[in-house]
């Protein structure tokens, strides 16, 4: 089963900017679309951008268009997640996950492998 390791979180101030990673330790990965999730103190866990296996789709939710960046290494069983323009709202624990399919998805139960997750704390 793949497993997915989470890095690069830590804590910015307000306007700095992150870059996340998750590496799949499964081969079958590079086939997988990919996304990254996040979760608030206090809130559920939602959608931020999700790729497709290829790298040549994309899909960002609104509240990080234009910040973020979701990429895909060479290798394609990693991913990477630039933030920019960073702001106190985008602290929270972010995961990476994986899905046994070609084409991203916002829908957090359609995605079968998750990481465990890596705080990204952004003080005003």
């Known amino acids: 089963q793949a497993q997915l390791v989470e890095s690069g979180g830590g804590l910015v101030q307000a306007g700095g900017s992150l870059k996340l990673s998750c590496v799949a330790s499964?081969?079958?990965?590079?086939?997988?679309?990919m996304g990254w999730f996040r979760q608030a103190p206090g809130k559920e866990r939602e959608f931020v951008v999700g790729i497709s296996w290829s790298g040549s789709s994309t899909y960002y939710a609104d509240s990080v268009k234009g910040r973020f960046t979701i990429s895909r290494g060479n290798a394609k069983n990693t991913v990477y997640l630039q933030m920019n323009s960073l702001k106190p709202e985008d602290t929270a624990v972010y995961y990476c996950?994986?899905?046994?399919?070609?084409?991203?998805?916002?829908?957090?139960?359609?995605?079968?492998?998750w990481g465990q997750g890596t705080q990204v704390t952004v003080s005003s």
């Open positions: 499964d081969r079958t990965i590079r086939s997988a679309a």
């Open positions: 996950a994986a899905r046994d399919g070609r084409f991203w998805s916002a829908k957090e139960y359609e995605y079968d492998y």
